[in-house]
């Protein structure tokens, strides 16, 4: 990408070394700045098999970073996977909800877990909401934007999946349904099969670096 485009449109891809830090199951686990250095942090959340590790691979390989985001077991997974991105962002994978199978206790665990990280964490600066384009908004994914509202923390919507929508129509309808629930904040599309939508959401994230 040319010098110009990024001046315009505020995109560039993160350095190409990003790893892994922590998978924590509890906050005293939730990994502190390096050398006292906070690096903005972007939360990714969503239902279970929304297309989370496919989003963040393709943001990852937008960046040519080598590294793997491994979808979870659907419910099984109670953990939030920390990664540095470059020298950029750290990136906060949170564990798939709405799995039906899970236990109420485990799914207790799971509320706790993300609440005390979205109320006390410190770093973050942004989450990323996924909704399956075709699917729209379902219970848990309101109760969770309405949490992030009542918090104040700042968040866009990613409307994953978007190739499965075939015709126009059926894309407008789509994104018509998310619309109507959430009428005013950024609604980014998006396809891991095509790419569509990385730039956007890349440029999203690094908003967030320019309002520090
Ligand atoms: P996660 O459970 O939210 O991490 O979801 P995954 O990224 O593992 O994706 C769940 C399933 O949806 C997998 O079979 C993916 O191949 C598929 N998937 C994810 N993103 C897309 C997409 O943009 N388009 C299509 N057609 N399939 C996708």
Same mark, same amino acid.
């Given at each position: 990408?040319?010098?110009?485009?990024?001046?315009?449109?505020?995109?560039?891809?993160?350095?190409?070394?990003?790893?892994?830090?922590?998978?924590?199951?509890?906050?005293?686990?939730?990994?502190?700045?390096?050398?006292?250095?906070?690096?903005?942090?972007?939360?990714?959340?969503?239902?279970?098999?929304?297309?989370?590790?496919?989003?963040?691979?393709?943001?990852?390989?937008?960046?040519?970073?080598?590294?793997?985001?491994?979808?979870?077991?659907? *419910?099984?997974?109670?953990?939030?996977?920390? $990664?540095?991105? &470059?020298?950029?962002?750290? +990136?906060?994978? @949170?564990? #798939?909800? !709405?799995?039906?199978?899970?236990?109420?206790?485990?799914?207790?665990?799971?509320?706790?877990?993300?609440?005390?990280?979205?109320?006390?964490?410190?770093?973050?600066?942004?989450?990323?909401?996924?909704?399956?384009?075709?699917?729209?908004?379902?219970?848990?994914?309101?109760?969770?934007?309405?949490?992030?509202?009542?918090?104040?923390?700042?968040?866009?919507?990613?409307?994953?999946?978007?190739?499965?929508?075939?015709?126009?129509?059926?894309?407008?309808? *789509?994104?018509?349904?998310?619309?109507?629930? $959430?009428?005013? &904040?950024?609604?980014?599309? +998006?396809?891991? @099969?095509? #790419?569509? !939508?990385?730039?956007?959401?890349?440029?999203?994230?690094?908003?967030?670096?320019?309002?520090?």
């Amino acid at each position: 990408m040319s010098q110009a485009l990024r001046k315009t449109t505020g995109y560039r891809p993160p350095a190409a070394n990003c790893r892994f830090i922590i998978s924590a199951a509890r906050p005293e686990q939730f990994p502190d700045g390096a050398a006292g250095v906070e690096l903005p942090e972007i939360a990714f959340l969503g239902r279970s098999n929304v297309g989370k590790s496919s989003l963040l691979n393709a943001l990852a390989g937008a960046g040519k970073c080598k590294l793997a985001f491994v979808s979870a077991r659907p *419910g099984c997974t109670q953990f939030i996977n920390f $990664y540095r991105i &470059g020298d950029d962002f750290t +990136f906060a994978d @949170l564990p #798939g909800y !709405g799995f039906a199978k899970v236990p109420l206790e485990k799914k207790r665990e799971w509320k706790r877990l993300i609440e005390t990280y979205l109320l006390h964490r410190e770093p973050l600066r942004l989450c990323v909401l996924l909704l399956d384009a075709r699917r729209g908004w379902m219970d848990q994914d309101l109760d969770l934007k309405r949490w992030l509202e009542v918090q104040g923390r700042p968040y866009i919507v990613v409307a994953t999946k978007m190739d499965k929508l075939k015709t126009q129509q059926e894309e407008l309808k *789509g994104i018509e349904a998310i619309r109507a629930q $959430y009428p005013e &904040g950024e609604l980014l599309p +998006f396809s891991a @099969l095509t #790419g569509r !939508g990385a730039r956007e959401i890349w440029q999203a994230i690094w908003k967030t670096k320019r309002q520090q």
